[in-house]
Structure formats: C-alpha cells, structure tokens
C-alpha cells in the first residue's frame, strides 16, 4: 500500500508528472533560455525499490521524455547526473561542456556504473560526455539523488504540487546571486534614485 501523495509507478504518467513538476520550477525560479538544469533520478527508486537496485531504462525513457518537453520550451539545457559510481559526474553534450569550460571525463555511463537515467540520456544525445561538476542555475532530484553538489549558490528551494513521481520523493530548487553587504546594503535600485551619493 502506498503512502498518502504518492503516485503510483504507472510508466505512462511518468513524463506527464515530470513535466508538471519541471513547469512549477521553471516559473517559480523565471529560468531563462540558455540556463543549466540537473536532473538526479533513481529509476530504482521511482518503481518502489531502493535506490541502486532496480534500475529500469523504460523508467529512464518517460521522465527523459517529460525533461525534455520542458526544456525545449523554456531553452534550458538539461544535465543529468550519473550516481555515485562515476562520481556523481554530468551527461551532458561535448559543444555546451567545451563553451563552459567544464573538465571532461573519460567514463561512458552504464545502468550498473553510473545509472540508467545518465545511461539512457548518454544515448540519446548527438555528441555526448561527462563532466566532472557543473554550477547549474535549478535542479530537479527524483528519489533523494543528492544534486546539491551541482548547483550554484544560493539554492531556494520549491514545493512541487506533484512531490512523488511514481514511488519516489521529489525535490526541486532553483538559485539566486548572493546578496553582499550588511545592514546598508540596498538590493534593489529605487524607481526614482532620488539619492545618488555614495559611501566614498
């Protein structure tokens, strides 16, 4: 019997309920085209098993699919992560790797060494490779992954509407600049910047 909120691990809703989920993120935190977001998945733990033990590309294939509607829309590029394995390295295409300037690494992500979701979107992209870290500006961690790693500062976090996706627990933030300064410190500009004196 399942908890109360959960979803049942019905693999035709899976890439619906990411979709939902990915939208509330994407408006909470206003993502912009050209934005990173990781993805953390357990398949094992989306069908009711512990993470690291039921891995299951058909799993992999419905919340790839639900990512990828949003990000399309939204022009953002999705990053997935590989489990401990690799490192918690990224999948992610050579061309955007190489304009950021992230350290590539020599591993092909396998469902036993990296996980099924990280195997299935290594796949399904036209030149792929791993990165060893990345700072992406949200994230979305399905079955408790631990993404924290490849996020920028300050993470905030968001509440999704749909907090399973299928058995597994679902949890999702988005960043912001650091706000500097102390008790003085203005962060936003007045409409009418009445005062233009500094602190010189």
């Known amino acids: 019997m399942t908890e109360a909120g959960r979803n049942p691990a019905d ?7 990411v979709e939902r989920a990915l939208n509330e ?9 050209g934005q990173k977001l990781v993805a953390g998945v357990s398949t094992s733990e989306v069908r009711g098993q512990r993470i690291g033990t039921a ?14 509607r949003v990000c399309g829309r ?17 999948v992610t295409e050579r061309a955007l790797a190489e304009s ?3 350290t590539i690494v020599s591993a092909v992500p396998v469902p036993k060494a990296g996980g099924s979701m990280a195997a299935y979107a290594y796949r399904r992209m036209s030149d792929p490779c791993l990165v ?3 700072q992406a500006d949200a994230g979305i961690d399905i079955g408790e992954t631990l993404i924290g790693m490849h996020l920028r500062p300050v ?7 749909v907090p399973w996706i299928g058995e597994a627990r679902v949890t999702m933030a988005y960043t912001r600049p650091k706000l500097i300064g102390g008790e003085r410190a203005v962060y936003k500009l007045p409409p009418d ?7 010189d």
């Open 193 to 199: 910047d009445p005062d233009s004196r500094t602190c």
């Open 11 to 17: 693999i035709r809703s899976l890439a619906d309920q």
């Open 155 to 161: 993470a905030v976090p968001v509440r999704p509407s």
């Open 55 to 68: 891995g299951a590309m058909e799993v992999a294939e419905q919340i790839y699919e639900g990512v990828l």
């Open 100 to 102: 950021q300037g992230w």
């Open 132 to 134: 060893e870290a990345a």
């Open 74 to 90: 939204a022009g953002l590029h999705p990053l997935w992560q590989c489990c401990e394995h690799l490192n918690r390295a990224l």
């Open 25 to 33: 993120l994407v408006a909470a935190g206003k993502l912009r085209p």
